[in-house]
C-alpha cells in the first residue's frame, strides 16, 4: 500500500494479509470479512485479545483503515468516545468494535452496557472463540458446557466447564438495540451480509461472530470452516437475526447429532475417552435441541 | 519447578482456600495451577469477570473466615486499586500476587519489569499501610508466599508479593518442607467490639461473618463498633494513625533482607532479579569490596539496614524502574545514592553492575 486514495486503493481489504495469526484461524477470517464489508469510511476500535496481538505486531499492522487499541475492558467506551465527537462534527465515518468473548462476555460488559444503553451508532462485533487464547486458553462466559480449558480443566472431579454459554445477544436486545446478529466464519456472505446491514441501522448494533479457533479447541487448521459448519449443522451455534428484539431470519439446518462436532476437538476429548460419558453428551445434546426448538432451526423431513 | 506454580503451592501450603482470579500474562500460571489444585483440597477456585472483581471476591471470602488470594499483573493491578484501598480500612486479610510487566497501560506483556513497587504502596487514595515481598529466586516464591499469608493474617492489611515476570516464569529446583510455619486467623474476643483496639494491641481480633459477633463491615471511617462515623475527626485521625501505625510501627520486626560486605565503601541494595546479578558478580570478583542488602520485604522500608553498612559512601540501586525504591533509599540516608534503571524488559547484567561499580570507585579514588 503506498497511497491511500479511492482511486488507488486497487484492493478491496482493509486488513491485509502477513499478520501472524495461527494457520487456521478463525479470528483472522472474521476480521478479514468485516473489514472488507465495512470498506474503507471505518473507524476500528479494538480490545485487547488475539486479534489486537496478531494483527499488529510492531512496527506493523494489518489495518488499512484507522485503528484504535486501548485497554482490554473499554472498548466499547472508547467508541462511543469516537462515535460521539464524530457526530458533534458532522463527519460520518462508521465506528466499529472487534473484541473477543472475554472482554466481550466478561470484562468489558459494563462499558457495553453503557453504550448500548446511551444508544450510540456504533456496531459492537464479538469475534467468539469461546475463551481466553490469547492468554492460554482460559475459560470465559463464552465458553460451552463441559469444554475443558486450563482453568476449567477436566479431570476426576470435573467435565470442564461447568455453565452454559452466556446470551449475549439476548442481553444487547433487552438494551433496545435495533440489531442484534449471530453468524460464523463459516457462512462468510451471511457475515458480510450483516456486517453491512448493521452499519446501515442507526444506533448500537451487535453482531457475535462464530470464530473457531484450532489452538485452543485442538483440531487441525485446515479445518477451520468445517468446524464452523458443524456446529451451525448440530444445532450448538445459531445463526440469526433480531431486529427490534424480534427473531426474524433464522438459518435452518438438517441436523447432525452433536457427537460429530464434539468429537473433532480436543477440549472435549474427555468425554470420550477413556469411555464415552453418555450422561454429559446428553446434557450437550439437550442444549442443541433446545436451540433447535427455540430458533426453529430444523428443516422438515420429507416423508 | 516454574516460579508461578512454586507460588502457588505456597499458597496451598499456607492454608489458601479460595482464589478468585482472572487470566492476565504473566501472572495466569498462578490461577491455572489453582484451577487444577483447589478442587483436591476443598478449596474454591472461582474466574471472575475482571481483576476489580477478582480482588472482591476475595475480601469477600475472608470475612468467612478462609484465606483467599489472587494473582495478576499491571493492568489488572491497575484495576484493583480502589479495593486495596477498601481492604486496608475495613482490615481484611488479604494477598495479592503481582507478577510484574512493563508498563504503563498494556505496555510489555511477556517481559519483565518493578514498576509497580511505588503503586502497591501509594496507587490507592488515602494513607494506610501494606506489606510487600519480593522473591528473587523460585524458592522465595513458595516460602515468601507462605510469609505473605501469615503476615496477612498477623497484621490485618493486603499483602502483596511483587514478583516480576523473570522469577515468575523462571524454572529451579527447590526444597518442599514437609510442613511450613502458619499463622491462623485469631478470631474477635467475645465481649469486646470489632475494631476495639489499645496502644499494645492495634491489630483487632477478626469478627468471621457467622460465629456470633455483631458485624458491620464498611469501607466509610469507622468507630470501633464498626459503625460509620464520617464527620468526626478524631474518629478518622485515630483510625487512619492506627492502619499506618500498626505496620511502620512494627517494621523493624517485619524486616526481611540479608547483607554482605558490610565494611565495603559501595553497596549494591537490589530486591527480585537483580539480587541474583550482585551475587555473580561477588562470585567473579571475590576480591572485590562489595556491599550487598538484599530485601525480601521492600514495604515497610527497613531504613536501619542501611546503618548496617558503616563505611559506606554510595548506594547502588539497580530496579527494573526509573528509580522507584531508590528514591526510598535516599530519603533515609546522607550518603549518596545512584539509581541504575534498567528498563526494556531485561534482568541487570553482571556488566551493568561492573560499570556502574568501577564508575563509582573512580568517583570514590583510593585503593580496595
Known sequence: MTGNTEKENVSVDYFESGHRACGGCGPALAGKLIARAAGPNTIIVASTGCMEVFSTPYPETAWKTPWIHSLFQNAAAVASGVEASLKRQGRDEKVIVIAGDGATFDIGMLCISGMFERGHDVTYICYDNEAYMNTGIQRSGATPFDASTTTSPA????????????????????????????????TPKDLMDKVKRALSIKGPCYIQVHAPCCTGWGFDGCKTMELGRLALNSGLWVNYEMVNGVVEKVKKVKRIPVDDYLKAQKRFRHLYRPQENKDEIAKIQAIADSNAQKYGIDIPVKK | MQGNIACAEGALAAGCRFFGGYPITPSTEVAEHMAKMMPKVGGVFIQMEDEIASISSII???????????ATSGPGF????????????????????????????????????QGDMMQCRFGSHGDFSIIALTPSTVQEMYELTVKAFNLAEEFRCPVFLMSDETIGHMRERIEIPDSVDVVNRKELEKGKLPYETDADNPVPGFPTFGHGHRVHVTGLTHDARGYPDTTNHKTHSDLVRRLVGKVESKRHEIADYDIAGTDAEIVFLTYGPATRTVRQIMKDSPDLKIGHINL???????????????NAKVFIVPEMNMGQIGREVARHTPVKVVYLPKLGGDMHTPQDLMEAYDREKALIGGGN
Open chain 2, 78 to 113: 491497575s484495576l484493583m486499586m480502589e479495593n486495596i484501598g477498601y481492604a486496608a480500612i475495613t482490615e481484611t486479610p488479604i494477598v495479592i500476587i503481582n507478577v510484574q510487566r512493563g508498563g504503563p497501560s498494556t505496555g510489555q506483556p511477556t517481559m519483565s519489569a
Open chain 2, 60 to 70: 469477600g471470602a475472608s470475612w468467612t473466615g478462609v484465606k483467599a488470594m489472587t
Open chain 2, 296 to 310: 525480601r520485604i521492600v514495604w515497610p522500608f527497613p531504613e536501619n539496614v542501611l546503618k548496617e553498612f558503616p
Open chain 1, 155 to 186: 479431570g476426576k472431579l470435573s467435565n470442564g466447564n461447568s455453565r452454559p454459554k452466556k446470551d449475549i445477544p439476548a442481553i444487547l436486545a433487552a438494551h433496545g438495540s435495533p440489531y442484534v446478529a449471530t453468524t460464523s466464519i463459516a
